[in-house]
């Protein structure tokens, strides 16, 4: 996930594209009883060098699996996350820190996918859940209980 700024700068290029497939470190995805898929993530996008910033923006897509949170089946979700960036070779806040005209992303997709990547994941958007009573899964219709109480 290293975009080699010289290719670029050597044709005259200030301005160029990136799309690299990459397998996340497992370790940092905040998703409640999920994983990552086996299918690799993909980050892709565009840069722009403006002096000595580069600004690189584009999209992180990838695939967990996991519990749904309200019915506990099995079911998967694919990630979109955008990211809008600026990298420096000076230290500043807001932007991450490149050398030697090599634009390393992993820490930027490290940190979109720990504070941006969905908490939990449902197995769709209106899942019904299950009864806290009796525990039926009231997708697959009412058991009762809910009446009685
Ligand atoms: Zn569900
Ligand atoms: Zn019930």
Redesign the pocket.
């Known amino acids: 996930m290293v975009i080699d700024l010289r290719e670029f700068k050597q044709k005259g290029q200030f301005t160029g594209d990136f799309n690299f497939d990459f397998t996340p470190d497992g370790e940092i995805l905040p998703t409640l009883g999920a994983k990552f898929s086996n299918e690799t993530a993909n980050v892709s996008g565009s840069f722009e060098i403006d002096g000595r910033d580069v600004y690189v923006y584009g999209k992180l897509t990838f695939t967990v699996e996991g519990e749904?949170a309200?019915?506990l089946?099995d079911c998967s979700k694919v990630v979109l996350l955008e990211f809008d960036e600026k990298f420096s070779i000076f230290k500043e806040d807001d932007c991450y820190l490149y050398s030697k005209d090599r634009i390393d992303l992993t820490d930027m997709v490290n940190d979109l996918i720990l504070s941006e990547a969905p908490q939990i994941i449902?197995?769709?958007p209106d899942?019904k859940?299950l009864c806290p009573t009796c525990g039926k899964d009231l997708?697959e219709g009412e058991c009762g209980c809910s009446t009685n109480s």
């Open positions: 749904c309200r019915c089946k449902y197995c769709k899942c859940g997708n």
